[in-house]
Structure formats: C-alpha cells, structure tokens
C-alpha cells in the first residue's frame, strides 16, 4: 500500500508527506522543483522527508515525462492513493505567464489522470483546486454548489479545468476522484509567493508592506495542520459513486489589516503599509462554506490565525536565518 504523493518538494504536498511518513505509510514523490520560488526551500522540505526510510522521490515533470515509464511494475501494483498536489500557483503569474498554468495544471491532471486509470490497486485520487475558481461569485460563503464559469484569472481557468478533466475521467473510467478547493493555506514551512509570506519578509526587511485598496475586506485562512488533516481523512474516504468536489478553509473570513497586525507583533517589527489599486486578477473576498466537507468527516480547523501565525512567524525568523 503506497501513496504517491505529486508536489512532494511543494508546502502543501511536503506537510502532507511528513503526516503519512510519521504514521508508517509507504510514499513516492514526485516534484520537479522548479525555480518559480526558491528551489532551496523546497530542497530542504526535501531533505527532510528523505530521512525516512519509507519515501522516496522522483525528480521528474508530470507535464513531460511518462509517468508510466518513472515507475517499477511492483510501484504500479503498490500504489492505492494519488494526492495530486504538483501545479503552477500564483494568481498573478498566471496572467503574465498563462502557458506555464497550461502545462502543469491541465496536462499535468490529464497525465496523472491516464497513469491514474492503469493502476489496478489504486483506490482513490485526490486533487488540489483553488478557491480561485469561485472567482467573481458574489454569494457568500463560498459553496461547492455555486456556479463557477466566473473566473478572474488564468491560474482560475486551469484549476476549473483540472475540476472538469477529473469529472469527464470519472465518466469515461470510473475513477474515484475528489477534488480540494484549498482556501490559503499558510504556516511553517510555507510558499514565498504568498501574501504573508511576502508581507512577513517586507517587515523584518523595513521594506514597504503593500495592502491592496478593499483588501480590508476579508480572506479565509487555512492552517496547514488542520489542512493536512483534512486531506489525510478525506483520502481515506473514496467516493462510491461521484466526483466530489470539497472546500478547505476555516470559514472564518478576516480582513488583512488585521494578519499585518498580527505578523508585527509575533516579528516585533512596524509595518510600513503602501496602499495600491487591487490588481483586477485578485478577488475581493474569499470564504468557506464548510457543510460539505462536515457531511462526511468530522473536521472542525482548530487553529485560529493568531496562533497559526505565531507558529509561522517563529519558522520564519529562525529558517530567514538559518
Ligand atoms: N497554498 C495554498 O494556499 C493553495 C491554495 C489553493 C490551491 N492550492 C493548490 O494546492 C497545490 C499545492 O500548493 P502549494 O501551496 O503546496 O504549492 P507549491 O508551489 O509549494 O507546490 C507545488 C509543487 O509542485 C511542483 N511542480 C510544479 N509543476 C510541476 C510539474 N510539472 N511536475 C512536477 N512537479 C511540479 C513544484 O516544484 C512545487 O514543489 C497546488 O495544486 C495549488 O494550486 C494551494
């Protein structure tokens, strides 16, 4: 019983490895590590899970390898879940670099999707979307059931494409697949991208913190802890007979001012706030209807943005100087 788990150098992928190599379970991952963000980071997620005698990684590109070829008959025979985590993140990248979107996160769930269908043991197939689909959706929170042909950018597109690719593979072959539409995940060990993490760097650097106009408004913050959590009682649970499509957030919106006020206090520094138009690929709001995902496991986040930020503030300073 293996778990191959793609994305294994990326934050989301490398905490969910850590929680089912720490209970035993054997992993294969896959990461091309590629330099939209700092590769050494993703090296040292790496060196990590490589301490484990029950992982081991393939350094290809799910986009350009044959990923029938990466893996032994005995793998192939082995492997009972895929968590499909590799993708091009970054709303803003996207518009200035749509085909990168186009590659990882539609070619890339098809391949996973065709190796998925040639897997006699594999039980189920989880994979990461975005709250981004949710787009220009005004109804609030945010629920699996809202219409999502909206996007608002090309990060949105390709991850709503990844949902319909898994919906047509349902069809044509039967895979049980459930889709994560992942509602900023932050914490230890997380992507440099990132608004906080961004925010984070500019405040102990003394650089300028630049808040969007209306970004008073609010965003649902995921803790990585309680994500991982999430994942791994989903993965547990295949679908019968559908495709579901499940938020991950904390459904708890809070305005961004207040995540800078936060991060001042656990880096001890003031933030040097520079208001700017919001840029139109950004949505204003973002929040989390939990009912579905509550229907079918018992999760409740557990971690407030205080305490999560605490525990990421302290991983930054200490890896910012490591
Ligand atoms: N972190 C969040 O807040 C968030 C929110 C919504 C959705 N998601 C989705 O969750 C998933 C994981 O996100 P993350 O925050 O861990 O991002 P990440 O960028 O840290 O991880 C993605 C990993 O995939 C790898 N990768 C990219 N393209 C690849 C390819 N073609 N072949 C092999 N490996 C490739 C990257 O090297 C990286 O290590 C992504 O699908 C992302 O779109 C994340």
């Known amino acids: 019983m293996t778990v191959l788990v793609t994305g294994a150098a990326g934050f989301i992928g490398f905490s969910t490895c850590l929680r089912l190599l720490a209970s035993g379970k054997q992993v294969i991952g896959i990461d091309n590590l590629n330099s939209y963000y700092d590769p050494a980071l993703k ?20 986009a350009v390898d044959d990923l029938l070829t990466v893996f032994t008959a005995f793998e192939q025979r082995s492997i009972t879940e895929i968590l499909h985590f590799a993708a091009q993140a970054g ?24 190796l998925a269908q040639r897997l006699p043991a594999l039980r189920h197939i989880v994979y990461a979307s975005s709250s981004s689909v949710y787009g ?39 895979l049980p697949l459930t889709g994560l539409r992942f509602f900023t995940v932050y914490g230890p060990w997380g992507r440099p991208d990132m608004a906080y993490y961004l925010f984070a760097k500019a405040i102990t650097e003394g650089r300028p913190v630049t808040l969007y106009e209306g970004a008073s408004l609010g965003r649902d913050f995921t803790f ?21 499509i499940l938020n991950i ?9 207040r995540l800078i006020s936060l991060l001042e206090n656990f880096l001890g520094r003031k933030a040097d706030i520079q208001m700017t138009p919001r840029p139109s690929a950004d949505v204003e709001y973002t929040w989390a209807s939990l009912e579905q995902i509550q229907q079918l496991i018992d999760w409740q986040p557990a971690t407030s943005l205080e305490t999560g ?14």
């Not at 749509?98 to 590659?103: G, K, L, Q, T």
């Not at 605490?310 to 991983?315: D, H, I, T, V």
């Open 136 to 174: 220009r959706n005004a109804a609030l929170p945010f629920r699996e059931t809202d219409r999502v042909d909206q996007p608002g950018s090309f990060y949105a597109v390709s991850k709503r494409a990844a949902e319909l690719t898994a919906e047509c593979y349902h069809h044509l072959h039967q």
């Open 43 to 62: 090296n040292a997620r790496l060196a990590q899970l490589e301490a484990f005698p029950n992982f081991t990684i393939r350094k290809i590109d799910i």
């Open 249 to 257: 957030g904390s459904n708890v919106p809070e305005p961004v001012a």
């Open 309 to 322: 930020l605490e525990q990421f503030s302290r991983w930054f300073l200490s890896y910012q100087h490591s």
């Open 224 to 244: 990585i802890d309680d994500a991982v959590d999430a994942i791994c009682a989903v993965m547990d649970l295949p679908p019968s007979d559908q495709v579901r």
């Open 91 to 114: 709303v803003r990248h996207s518009v200035m670099m749509p085909f990168a979107f186009v590659d990882a996160n539609v070619r890339g769930q098809v391949a996973i999707l065709e």
